[in-house]
């Protein structure tokens, strides 16, 4: 059954991508030439393929990614246009819409929900620039690490998070 065609765009991939199951419910990112690419879900029917947000309207394209199940509920980052960079939002409680969980937090590259806390690395360009290991839990952001930016020679860097085993690890990478 087609529960929804995507618009094609040349030279493109513009067909559903990112496909993450929170309880009944698949989300993913679609893409049209109105809207850009934006969040959808679908519970299995035509009618309940919809499209739930619009970060950044009009045609460009929210840069949405990371998506996650935290607590039930689908967590991801994107850029709104009007930020440092990407952001941290949710689907709203009731799966109609999405909002930014903490409005303070930019630069977001990774989410991963681990010991029931979310973690995520953060680049920040400032007074102290670098990337850091945070953590959101209850609603407050906390930087637990900051990694030193070195010389590109001998730069490490943290590109990914992973939890297991009831533990979270990074894949670091040096240059």
């Known amino acids: 059954t087609v529960l929804r ?21 698949l989300y993913f990112i679609g893409y049209s030439a109105s809207q850009g690419r934006e969040l959808w879900k679908s519970n ?6 919809v499209r739930i947000s619009d970060i950044r309207p009009g045609t460009e394209s929210a840069g949405i990614g990371n998506l996650v199940n935290f607590g039930g509920r689908l ?6 246009g009007t930020s440092l960079g990407d ?7 009731n799966a109609t ?18 010991t ?3 973690y995520y690395l953060q680049l920040v360009h400032g007074p102290v620039p670098g990337p850091y290991l945070c953590k959101l839990e209850n609603g407050v952001a906390t930087q637990l ?13 943290p590109i990914e998070l992973v939890a297991a085993g009831g533990g979270l690890f990074l894949n670091m990478r040096t240059s």
């Open 5 to 25: 065609s995507f618009d094609l765009f040349q030279g493109e991939s513009t067909g559903p991508s990112h496909l993450k199951v929170v309880g009944s419910t």
């Open 44 to 49: 299995g029917t035509p009618a309940t393929t």
């Open 75 to 80: 967590y991801f980052t994107a850029f709104s």
């Open 87 to 93: 952001k941290i939002y949710r689907v709203n409680a």
């Open 97 to 114: 819409g999405v909002e930014e969980v903490a409005p303070e937090v930019y630069g977001v590259q990774d989410l991963e929900p681990a």
């Open 116 to 118: 029931g806390r979310l």
């Open 145 to 157: 690490y900051t990694f030193e930016l070195l010389p590109s020679a001998a730069a490490v860097a």
